[in-house]
């Protein structure tokens, strides 16, 4: 069973998509976004990643599920400068980013445990090895998401369950891509040695690797195009 968490739009809903063509067994989370959902809406649910008990809620309706496949998409970012920010729109990013992220997988930990088996990608950003401008609050919460994955990595892997992560760059598909101008994705593909932004088809193939692979745990897999 593959979960993936932020399945409503971006990156989360291609892998949801594609997946399901592929005739896995998925299902998806959404939480404000649900236009286009609308002819798939069995096997989406509604999740709140800040509400314990919404998550519990959750995972009761699939606690009979076996060979979980967890896919943390779920993340919003805010763009300020750090000494101009709002203190509760940052706090609110890591609070998504990290806390939500790290409660989901506390309450599938135990039933993944209890089956000896388990994937769990989680997704950082290249913003936590090259630094950027206006962003601390995202490159703050996925830097964290980077060692709860590492910490979880070693904590689990003796019970079958590996915990990775992707160092996400530039996707063709990422978080408000298409609302940047043309000359400003321009100047961002300029900065990538392949001269693109990463398609989506190479982050589920990624995902399909680290899925397939026992051996890879802990790992912080760089998806850039050798920006670092």
């Not at 899925?211 to 745990?217: D, H, L």
């Amino acid at each position: 069973m593959i979960i993936i968490i932020g399945a409503s739009k971006g990156i989360g809903r291609f892998l949801y998509t594609r997946f399901k063509n592929l005739g896995s067994k998925v299902i998806g989370t959404y939480n404000s976004t649900v236009l286009g959902l609308e002819d798939d809406i069995d096997n989406y649910f509604f999740l709140n990643i800040l509400d314990i008990n919404c998550i519990r809620s959750f995972v009761s309706r699939i606690d009979s599920f076996s060979n979980i496949v967890l896919i943390n998409c779920a993340g919003i970012t805010y763009n300020s400068f750090a000494h101009k920010s709002d203190v509760e729109i940052w706090d609110n990013v890591i609070d998504v980013n990290v806390k939500g992220t790290f409660h989901v997988i506390r309450e599938l930990l135990p039933i993944m445990r209890r089956q000896n088996y388990g994937r769990i990608i989680n997704f950082a950003s290249v913003v936590t090895k090259k630094p950027t401008m206006g962003v601390s609050a995202y490159a703050t919460s996925k830097a964290a998401l980077i060692g709860l994955t590492k910490s979880l990595a070693i904590e689990n892997g003796s019970k079958g369950i590996t915990v990775n992560a992707i160092n996400l760059g530039y996707t063709s598909i990422g978080m408000g891509i298409n609302d940047i101008p043309e000359n400003i994705q321009d100047q961002l593909k300029s900065q990538i040695p392949i001269n693109r932004f990463c398609e989506p088809e190479e982050v589920f193939q990624t995902v399909q690797f680290i899925i397939n692979t026992e051996y890879v745990n802990g790992a912080i897999i760089d998806i850039n195009g050798g920006m670092i």
